[in-house]
């Protein structure tokens, strides 16, 4: 079984939800106007992958947490998300309430 890139995957998804061409997300995080699209092209297809920084300032822009990328599922992925949203005091009261549904 061989080992799927998640970043691929999300970084596509991520972006086609924002609805932004591969073009313009590489502009808007400051690529060069004629490399952008090549360079996410290629980040998109799993031929590079992005550097953490690089990585950071797209997440940024495409309104998702960093760890988000590296999600394996879709679920994973959604509650990235979500925990990313809330609150430090939310995210210590969910984390108490999991542990106690675990005990």
Avoid: W
């Avoid at 060069?32 to 996410?40: G, L, P, V, W, Y």
């Avoid at 953490?52 to 679920?75: H, M």
């Amino acid at each position: 079984m061989s080992f799927q890139n998640p970043i691929t995957e999300r970084l596509k998804q991520a972006r086609k939800k924002a609805k932004l061409s591969q073009k313009a997300l590489g502009e808007r995080i400051g690529m060069d106007e004629s490399s952008a699209s090549a360079r996410m092209n290629q980040y998109e297809r799993g031929k590079h992958t992005p550097d953490v920084q690089t990585l950071k300032l797209i997440a940024d822009e495409l309104g998702v947490p960093l760890n988000y990328f590296f999600c394996e599922d879709e679920s994973s992925a959604e509650l990235a998300c979500i925990v990313s949203q809330m609150t430090e005091s939310e995210k210590k009261k969910l984390i108490a309430s999991l542990s106690q549904s675990k005990d």
